[in-house]
Every structure is written in structure tokens, then in C-alpha cells.
């Protein structure tokens, strides 16, 4: 099997979940170089994949302005960095791999797909869902007509109250001016597996949501801007930081509010990072709840709900048909199928994907497919190259105009804006 070499941009926690691949695959994909303003995660990317001096960089400008050093490039910066670093690396030769979303402007999306056709290059954005066993096998039963013609979908992605707190409150993407709109951050996978499932194009749509419960009118009586600052609800506050970053060994929370996970670094880091701060008095705006109802040209409804308060972090939906039903549990890897008269209720369990297989076996069959595609030079392609993804972006963005303006709507004369 040709390997495949890469370089990375944006060695944060995405990128080193896609570059570990090539740890566990050794002979598919080789990294070669690392590109991130932040040392410490360069140095480990350097010490993990064995890349010498030449391959490290600081500014992803430096790695692109040298001959091609690889054969994809995989990006994995912050949302609004990702439109300058894909637009020049399809320009100079790359193929690559760009994280979910694909810009926060809708018409970034659409030159990046552009930018892709025009030089040939393959595009693949980072819509990791589509690759999981749970929804391949739940794609597999519609199209096989499991229950007959699907009417209707129902799908919850259950945030989860502390995921919430971590990530959107206090962390990366709080703020829809420094990121991107919650709806298209975090949920764009999931708009992009109801447009997989139901097979056509939507059409039109309305969203409502509010930041409701993360503000600083919520707040318990006399709680101070950090957690450390003497908090009087601190024995019962769900949020309260030290819980969650304070533990007694590292984990992937603890590692997004220090790169060192000594207890001392991830204490100061608490004192003057923002994962110390009160969640009542953060910068963030993005919402905390959203329900997005949909029609697509072939008749589907669907209801989607993102919500911040539920104890676990999962996707749930139900899938109805006119010969019947099927229920789905993402993280059970649990998928249960009701047949209209039959008085039976088939289970399949799907088991477990693997340690190494984030976002339930979806980022490492991803990173398997985007190599396979590029081994062919583009000859084939893979299920979620730009020219899809640009629609369930439209379809993000679309939402959030509609929970805005508080109006239904239609995705062709959106489009056209």
C-alpha cells in the first residue's frame, strides 16, 4: 500500500486525534510536518511522529511557502483560520483534509469548493458522522427499505451540561464572533447526517434558540468572575472548575486548559485562564438550546434539537417510516427496528469501535477513506467531499438567519443571497 505523507496545521486536539492514525497505521500514512503558532504542541507532534527541525513550524505560511513538502495537508485550525491556509495549500498542490466547518462564511464554502475544482484537488471536510458504523448501518436500512418510505426524522444531539460549559461557555467556541454560530460549530454534522438520511435536498426550513442559562442575570447570589475566588456555592455547583480540571489525572478537558498536566501549571491556569471562570460571567454568546425543523424535496420532515442540558454527552433519533420505525442510540452503538404488525422489536448491537476510534469509529475511517481517495488522485470519491458539505453548510447557515429573524426559510432563495 502506498503510504501517504502529511502535514499538519493545527496541532490541537482534532489534528492530533487525525495525525494519531498514522501511529496505529504506520504504513498508510506517514506525517512529515506540523505547523502551529503554539510550541509545546509542535514539539509534540515533532516527538510523536519523528519529524526533524526542517518539518516544524510555527505560522502555516512557512510550511506552505517551501516546495510541496507532503501530499495532503490536513487543517485543523481555529474556524476563521481555516479559508487563507485551504485556499493556498489546493493552490499549490496539497490535497486536503479540512475540519468541520468549513468557514464561518458561506461564501468562503462556496470558493473553497471552487478553489478544489479548479486545480483538481481533492476537498474532504471533516463531517466524521457519515463514517461511524451506527450511521452507515442506519443509511443501509433506509436504502434498503427496512421501513418502507421514511416520512419523518426526529434527532437530539444531547450536548451535554458539562460539555456545554467546557467548550461553549468557557472555551473555544463561546463566542460566534471569534468562532462561529453554535448551530454551524457544533452541528453541522448533525444537519449533514439528516440531509445523508433523508436522501434529497432541504428546502426549507425555521430554527429557535436563545442563550438562555449561561449569562450573568443566572448567576448564584454573590458568585465571583472565578471559580477560586471564593465561590459560596462551590460545594453544589455543577460547573464549578476546579471539578472538572482539577482531577487527578490529566484528561482531554484538563489538556485544552493546559498544555502542562502538573497540578500546579493546570491551578494557575484556572487562576488566569479563561476555564477558570465563572460560567455565569463569561464572554460567551452562542446558545445553550435550538430546535431546527426541516422539509426536503422528497417530502421528509425532520426535527432536530441541540440542547446543553442533559447529564450525557450522545445523539439519540428516531427514524419513522410507513412500514415502521427505527430508534437509534449513537454512544450504545444501539439501533432498534419496530416493523408495522409484526409484533417484533429486532436489537443490533453494533459494539464497541475501538479506543482509537473517536466520535464512535468515525475520525479513524475517516482519515482511511481520505487516504484511499488520495491514493487514487481523486479518481474516486469519498462521502463528504466540499460539493456535499457546502449544502448542510447552506443549511447551518440558514438556520441561524431563521433564529434571528424568527422566520421559515427557503434554501433556493437563500442560496441566491
Given at each position: 500500500?502506498?503510504?501517504?505523507?502529511?502535514?499538519?496545521?493545527?496541532?490541537?486536539?482534532?489534528?492530533?486525534?487525525?495525525?494519531?492514525?498514522?501511529?496505529?497505521?504506520?504504513?498508510?500514512?506517514?506525517?512529515?510536518?506540523?505547523?502551529?503558532?503554539?510550541?509545546?504542541?509542535?514539539?509534540?507532534?515533532?516527538?510523536?511522529?519523528?519529524?526533524?527541525?526542517?518539518?516544524?513550524?510555527?505560522?502555516?505560511?512557512?510550511?506552505?511557502?517551501?516546495?510541496?513538502?507532503?501530499?495532503?495537508?490536513?487543517?485543523?485550525?481555529?474556524?476563521?483560520?481555516?479559508?487563507?491556509?485551504?485556499?493556498?495549500?489546493?493552490?499549490?498542490?496539497?490535497?486536503?483534509?479540512?475540519?468541520?466547518?468549513?468557514?464561518?462564511?458561506?461564501?468562503?464554502c462556496?470558493?473553497?469548493?471552487?478553489?478544489?475544482?479548479?486545480?483538481?484537488?481533492?476537498?474532504?471536510?471533516?463531517?466524521?458522522?457519515?463514517?461511524?458504523?451506527?450511521?452507515?448501518?442506519?443509511?443501509?436500512?433506509?436504502?434498503?427499505?427496512?421501513?418502507?418510505?421514511?416520512?419523518?426524522?426526529?434527532?437530539?444531539?444531547?450536548?451535554?451540561?458539562?460539555?456545554?460549559?467546557?467548550?461553549?461557555?468557557?472555551?473555544?467556541?463561546?463566542?460566534s464572533?471569534?468562532?462561529?454560530?453554535?448551530?454551524?460549530?457544533?452541528?453541522?454534522?448533525?444537519?449533514?447526517?439528516?440531509?445523508w438520511?433523508?436522501?434529497?435536498?432541504?428546502?426549507?426550513?425555521?430554527?429557535?434558540?436563545?442563550?438562555?442559562?449561561?449569562?450573568?442575570?443566572?448567576?448564584?447570589?454573590?458568585?465571583?468572575?472565578?471559580?477560586?475566588?471564593?465561590?459560596?456555592?462551590?460545594?453544589?455547583?455543577?460547573?464549578?472548575?476546579?471539578?472538572?480540571?482539577?482531577?487527578?489525572?490529566?484528561?482531554?478537558?484538563t489538556?485544552?486548559?493546559?498544555?502542562?498536566?502538573?497540578?500546579?501549571?493546570?491551578?494557575?491556569?484556572?487562576?488566569?485562564?479563561?476555564?477558570?471562570?465563572?460560567?455565569?460571567?463569561?464572554?460567551?454568546?452562542?446558545?445553550?438550546?435550538?430546535?431546527?425543523?426541516?422539509?426536503?424535496a422528497n417530502?421528509?420532515t425532520?426535527?432536530?434539537?441541540?440542547?446543553?442540558?442533559?447529564?450525557?454527552?450522545?445523539?439519540?433519533?428516531?427514524?419513522?417510516?410507513?412500514?415502521?420505525?427505527?430508534?437509534?442510540?449513537?454512544?450504545?452503538?444501539?439501533?432498534?427496528?419496530?416493523?408495522?404488525?409484526?409484533?417484533?422489536?429486532?436489537?443490533?448491537?453494533?459494539?464497541?469501535?475501538?479506543?482509537?476510534?473517536?466520535?464512535?469509529?468515525?475520525?479513524?475511517?475517516?482519515?482511511k477513506?481520505?487516504?484511499?481517495?488520495?491514493?487514487?488522485?481523486?479518481?474516486?470519491?469519498?462521502?463528504?467531499?466540499?460539493?456535499?458539505?457546502?449544502?448542510?453548510?447552506?443549511?447551518?447557515?440558514?438556520?441561524?438567519?431563521?433564529?434571528?429573524?424568527?422566520?421559515?426559510i427557503?434554501?433556493?432563495?437563500?442560496?441566491?443571497?
Amino acid at each position: 500500500m502506498e503510504q501517504v505523507t502529511i502535514a499538519l496545521i493545527g496541532a490541537g486536539g482534532r489534528g492530533t486525534v487525525y495525525t494519531n492514525y498514522a501511529l496505529v497505521n504506520g504504513g498508510e500514512a506517514k506525517v512529515v510536518a506540523v505547523a502551529d503558532p503554539n510550541p509545546a504542541r509542535v514539539d509534540k507532534i515533532k516527538s510523536l511522529h519523528g519529524l526533524g527541525d526542517d518539518g516544524c513550524f510555527t505560522d502555516w505560511r512557512d510550511l506552505l511557502s517551501r516546495p510541496k513538502l507532503a501530499d495532503a495537508v490536513l487543517i485543523c485550525t481555529m474556524d476563521k483560520m481555516h479559508f487563507e491556509p485551504a485556499m493556498l495549500a489546493l493552490e499549490k498542490g496539497y490535497h486536503v483534509l479540512l475540519e468541520k466547518p468549513m468557514s464561518p462564511d458561506l461564501r468562503e464554502c462556496i470558493l473553497l469548493e471552487r478553489q478544489a475544482q479548479k486545480y483538481g484537488r481533492i476537498l474532504t471536510i471533516c463531517h466524521v458522522l457519515r463514517y461511524t458504523p451506527f450511521f452507515q448501518t442506519l443509511k443501509q436500512l433506509l436504502d434498503e427499505g427496512a421501513i418502507g418510505r421514511l416520512m419523518t426524522i426526529q434527532h437530539n444531539e444531547n450536548v451535554g451540561y458539562w460539555h456545554q460549559a467546557h467548550s461553549f461557555v468557557r472555551g473555544n467556541w463561546r463566542n460566534s464572533q471569534e468562532s462561529s454560530p453554535m448551530i454551524l460549530q457544533k452541528s453541522c454534522h448533525d444537519l449533514d447526517i439528516l440531509l445523508w438520511l433523508a436522501g434529497d435536498d432541504c428546502v426549507s426550513l425555521s430554527s429557535f434558540g436563545t442563550l438562555s442559562h449561561f449569562r450573568p442575570d443566572q448567576a448564584p447570589p454573590g458568585a465571583p468572575k472565578r471559580c477560586l475566588d471564593g465561590c459560596p456555592v462551590a460545594d453544589t455547583c455543577p460547573y464549578y472548575a476546579p471539578k472538572w480540571y482539577l482531577t487527578p489525572e490529566p484528561n482531554w478537558m484538563t489538556t485544552a486548559a493546559s498544555d502542562d498536566p502538573s497540578y500546579e501549571r493546570r491551578y494557575k491556569a484556572l487562576q488566569e485562564g479563561p476555564y477558570g471562570r465563572c460560567v455565569y460571567h463569561c464572554d460567551n454568546d452562542v446558545v445553550d438550546h435550538q430546535v431546527v425543523n426541516l422539509e426536503f424535496a422528497n417530502e421528509v420532515t425532520a426535527m432536530f434539537t441541540m440542547t446543553a442540558f442533559t447529564e450525557q454527552s450522545n445523539r439519540t433519533l428516531k427514524l419513522m417510516g410507513t412500514a415502521g420505525e427505527i430508534r437509534g442510540h449513537m454512544e450504545k452503538n444501539e439501533i432498534e427496528i419496530i416493523r408495522f404488525g409484526s409484533g417484533r422489536r429486532d436489537i443490533i448491537q453494533l459494539g464497541d469501535p475501538g479506543g482509537h476510534a473517536g466520535h464512535g469509529g468515525g475520525d479513524h475511517a475517516l482519515m482511511k477513506d481520505f487516504l484511499r481517495i488520495v491514493r487514487t488522485g481523486g479518481q474516486s470519491e469519498g462521502l463528504t467531499s466540499a460539493s456535499k458539505s457546502v449544502q448542510s453548510h447552506l443549511m447551518a447557515f440558514a438556520a441561524e438567519r431563521s433564529r434571528l429573524e424568527k422566520r421559515v426559510i427557503h434554501l433556493k432563495e437563500f442560496a441566491q443571497l
